[in-house]
DNA sequence: ACCTAATCCTGTACACTGTAAAGAGTATTT
DNA sequence: AAATACTCTTTACAGTGTACAGGATTAGGT
């Protein structure tokens, strides 16, 4: 019952297996299996039965290593799951071009692209959503994905900042959006009872009660229901990227003449010289440029 | 390692709980507990020492009960879950005015001020985060919940299904936004580490990584780093709730005139007369109206 | 060729988890 | 008084992550 909870492990030990920069080892025996094997495996495993189905047992069972084994090659579960999250960032079959050519003038076609992708690509592995990330994955598949999704606001007019935050927002729209449709998916999969039954399962109980005190929900829910049934997610979720894509029209149309949007409050510059990395890579990777 | 997800145990006798209809027990001892007593026992764990403190044994002991006695008053843990979410949607020493008075002029104030709330009640409870939610629950209180954020949209030119899809945005991207800022918190909390020790820790081996095959984010990342040091999550929040509501004004605006942006694609309607409640009801609740 | 140190792999063990099964005690209905 | 329905308990099982100790294998230093 511990939490799946990617981030907590040594954070530099983690990163050094991420980018395949652990020292090699000098003596001892060869390793039969190798880090990479240990986490395709445990991602086989969890697109097929969801995250909880990965255990260190099942995934060294699955390379044919004793249960223990697992822990001479990846210190912790925390850090498996790091791995995963990064090698699934963009699947080795599916590589994109090092520099995707996204036409500016297009840019809401290219965002929608890349969100539409970002989509997919949590459709494809819905276990990443139940993993929770506290700390960026700063693996090189995510960086590439963060790469592609900032091109997108490439060159329209938004300072570096408002690119990042640009990314953020629709990244964390798109997270928050699939939510219902991943875990609709799964649980239809895993209990092979749709929405539809559970709505009519639960229709008897509902006539029961009395949702006069809920004014607004009881005038808006059934005028939503009759029109989309039981809802419709495609149709939720190009409207929300619409609208947000309305926003950022209207911040870059402002942009020429108006005030600055972002104000520039500068902290202590004790931080010259340090590399710092993107703030907050998007938590998996569109499946971008085909 | 069963992984936190509600709704899964019976959805009747789920709502039944959740409204307090389960029929009263005619014959034997009464009990000792109450399920509210357990589900509020639950939650003070879950606030204080997050989700996967939460188990069967440990509520069960909070109460003054055997570990298996849980089982007599909720039948699942799945459906703990799904009460807890509910109970916390809507704190009893917080109540709300049953309309809350929105002015539609303000319609701005009153979305940012739904979606504030919101947010800070996501961090108030950073566990609710992490409980996956693959249907709606549909308890009083977040029905409430929904209702109040519903009322914000209404009477600005929204027709229902409008209102429900943007309640549902905005819903979506709190939702997003929240997790980076409510998980630093959790960890800040449990390992004492804040995210600038966590950068310096990994700084010295970013140094090694040729961040070259990502040319955007490697011109983004540091004029964001320099500009705002490891992130201003405010600051993210508050740019793309802005975007999202230059949106919806636009949608707004283009009402009077422009044609109708929801084609109403009606499904087969052998659902008449049926009582469907919203949709998508937010998981959790704004803290509205004080 | 030997020894030592590093490394891989393994078995055992512990404290947890959710919950199935069976039974003991208690209050109400018949 | 007897049957019933309910609460609460004990025991038990199959899982989980992983600490610890030891055995097997390879390479470097002598």
Redesign the pocket.
């Known amino acids: 019952?511990?939490e799946e909870i990617a981030g907590r492990g040594d954070p530099v030990r983690t990163l050094e297996l991420m980018w395949g920069k652990a020292?090699a080892?000098?003596?001892?025996?060869?390793?039969?299996?190798s880090v990479a094997d240990l986490v395709a495996a445990a991602v086989t495993i969890a697109d097929a039965d969801g995250i909880d189905?990965?255990?260190?047992?099942?995934v060294?069972e699955a390379v044919g290593?004793?249960?223990?084994?697992?822990?001479?090659?990846i210190p912790?579960?925390?850090v498996l799951l790091d791995l995963m999250l990064d090698a699934v960032a963009s699947p080795p079959g599916e590589d994109t071009p090092a520099n995707p050519a996204f036409d500016p003038a297009e840019w809401r076609a290219n965002v929608t692209f890349v969100a539409r992708a970002f989509r997919a690509f949590y459709l494809r592995h819905p276990w990443v959503l139940q993993v929770g990330t506290h700390r960026p994955v700063l693996g090189p598949n995510t960086m590439r994905a963060y790469d592609v999704f900032l091109s997108a606001f490439d060159g329209i007019g938004l300072s570096e900042v408002e690119m990042d935050l640009s990314v953020t927002m629709v990244a964390n729209y798109v997270h928050g959006a699939v939510r219902d449709v991943a875990r609709a998916h799964m649980v239809k999969e895993q209990t092979g009872k749709s929405d539809d039954e559970w709505w009519y399962t639960i229709a008897p109980f509902l006539e029961t009660i009395d949702f006069s005190p809920y004014p607004v929900a009881n005038r808006v829910g059934p005028v939503v229901g009759e029109l989309y049934g039981l809802g419709d997610p495609d149709l939720a979720f190009d409207f929300g990227l619409e609208r947000l894509l309305d926003g950022l029209e209207r911040l870059i149309e402002g942009k020429a003449s108006s005030a600055v949007v972002i104000p520039p409050k500068l902290t202590p510059a004790d931080r010259e010289g340090l590399v710092i990395p993107p703030l907050t890579p998007p938590r998996g990777a569109p499946n971008s440029g085909r």
């Open positions: 019952m511990a020292p080892p000098r003596r001892g025996p060869k390793s039969r299996v189905a990965v255990s260190t047992r099942r060294a290593i004793s249960p223990m084994s697992f822990y001479t090659h912790d579960k925390a």
